[in-house]
């Protein structure tokens, strides 16, 4: 985003971005676990708008706080008209469409961020940068597994798993000074001043020097971003509240696009880019946040559930002060050290990572494991007709690939619709096509009663008249539970 929009975003903007989401949310919002900041779909679509309005000769700042003008205005009508009880529609089949897409949207980042490194003069350079990135990718992905595996003492694990990838990148950062790598020119990570903007520029935008013209031209961009954060942060609302975690606290989905409406007219009047809920970081958030317990099943076996969820506004508050810290003249110079090579990296953990919790690849595995290997109670396995997986995964990848095969062109400013399309195609069109029985067996609603309650109740399921069991089965016998406090730091699948 920084290149493709001429220094108009950098890394001052993206910070203040996250400060204002965290900080907003960690207070004021029902649902303070959903990590708010700048996602990829936000940066393709702050690009695309870019080359769009500035070859036309519109200045692109005022421009975008129109957009962000209208869109509080959409977001503030769709949250007083109760919108977001169409929630109720969106299974797990839009939302592992769109997780998918926001997976590949890393990975092509990070790629990106590596062709732009062969422009430097120095023929080491990028070698150099490609070995970091996948040396980065390799450890962080590993410190994952280690963290859910037996391997180990559980703190340690526990450790690992939470803080492996920032200490990957503090190491790598480092490494590439060591020896005869400190003589290679590398591109890092461009800073500018503490606390200013990238360009020169005051912080709020002279959003009133356009023309009537140009306002009603920001209208339609405002209605795609609208489309876009309505269906993108309350699907990683859902995600992040999933049927995983037993959560006592209920949820607030209206209030909450009330408060993202707000937080974008702020971003608009700042120039910064567009803030709102971020995939895959929401879920692994609550994730880090569960506390467990050993039970033993009647087979005889020990093992370790979920018991709750440390539901709190802390982490999250926290975390946006922490962005702002960074932003101070001596952090910023230590993120000035971080070569291109090193985020790229990150970029191919992020993407990795949400593509191995994807549904999407769940079925992909399914669909080439040994059938002779595969366990008798898979719900796949059930099913009479197994051509039915083979239709559904690739009905799954044709919406996949139709939103980005757009994105990588001009009209990529229109991928929103795309992706708001999955809703209606899976409420109308699949069941005329799926069984029942094989529909549930494929899809599920994203959140278990207890959150989709809110919003109505999940599609295709029947009100039982009970929210779902906020604690665990337990089995014959319960071990005491460890008395241990959840560690709240990064990325994590499967909590201890």
Request: aromatic share 14%; glycine share 8%.
């Amino acid at each position: 985003m920084f290149v493709k929009t001429d220094n108009s975003y950098g890394v001052n903007e993206v910070l203040l971005a996250s400060v204002l989401g965290c900080v907003v949310f960690g207070t004021f919002a029902a649902q303070p676990l959903v990590i708010v900041g700048v996602t990829g779909p936000i940066t393709v679509f702050s690009y695309t708008v870019y080359d769009i309005v500035t070859p036309a000769g519109y200045d692109f700042f005022p421009f975008m706080a129109w957009v962000g003008i209208w869109s509080l205005i959409m977001h503030w009508f769709l949250a007083i008209s109760n919108s977001c009880n169409s929630l109720t529609y969106i299974t797990r089949f839009s939302c592992d469409i769109f997780g998918f897409y926001v997976a590949f949207i890393y990975l092509q980042k990070g790629i990106q961020v590596l062709t732009r490194l062969w422009e430097n003069r120095d023929p080491a350079s990028p070698y150099v940068q490609i070995m970091v990135s996948l040396l980065v990718f390799g450890f962080a992905y590993l410190c994952g597994i280690i963290g859910e595996s037996p391997l180990l003492h559980r703190h340690v694990r526990k450790f690992v798993e939470d803080y492996g990838t920032p200490l990957v990148i503090i190491f790598f950062t480092g490494f590439v000074y060591i020896g005869h790598m400190r003589d290679v020119s590398l591109e890092k990570l461009p800073t500018s001043r503490a606390f200013f903007p990238t360009t020169d520029r005051s912080w709020f935008v002279n959003f009133w020097d356009v023309s009537v013209g140009e306002v009603f031209l920001a209208l339609p961009f405002g209605l795609l971003l609208t489309i876009l954060f309505w269906f993108d942060h309350n699907v990683s609302s859902l995600i992040a509240q999933g049927t995983e975690f037993p959560l006592r606290k209920p949820p607030g989905f209206h209030w909450d696009i009330f408060l993202l409406g707000l937080t974008t007219g702020i971003a608009g009047f700042l120039g910064l880019p567009f803030p709102n809920g971020l995939i895959p970081q929401a879920p692994f958030h609550t994730a880090s946040l569960c506390v467990t317990k050993l039970v033993i099943d009647e087979d005889g076996k020990t093992k370790r559930v979920t018991d709750h969820v440390v539901e709190q506004r802390v982490s999250n508050l926290g975390q946006g002060l922490l962005f702002l810290v960074t932003m101070t003249g001596p952090l910023l110079i230590v993120l000035n050290l971080i070569p291109q090579g090193v985020l790229a990296g990150l970029f191919f953990v992020m993407g990795v990572q949400a593509l191995a919790g994807n549904g999407v690849t769940a079925k992909i595995i399914y669909l080439l494991k040994d059938k002779e290997l595969t366990s008798p109670t898979d719900p796949l396995k059930k099913l009479a007709r197994q051509k039915m997986i083979w239709i559904f995964v690739a009905i799954q990848l044709v919406g996949f690939g139709a939103t980005f095969a757009i994105t990588q062109t001009i009209a990529a400013i229109g991928f929103p619709v795309f992706i708001i399309a999955l809703i209606p195609l899976r409420t109308f069109v699949l069941p005329r096509w799926f069984r029942d029985v094989e529909l549930k067996a494929l899809d599920a609603p994203t959140a278990g009663e207890f959150v989709m309650e809110s919003v109505g109740g999940a599609y295709g399921e029947t009100p039982s008249g009970s929210d779902t069991p906020r604690d665990e089965e337990e089995g014959n016998v319960t071990v005491e539970r460890e008395k241990d406090v959840p560690i709240m730091g990064g990325p994590a699948k499967n909590r201890e």
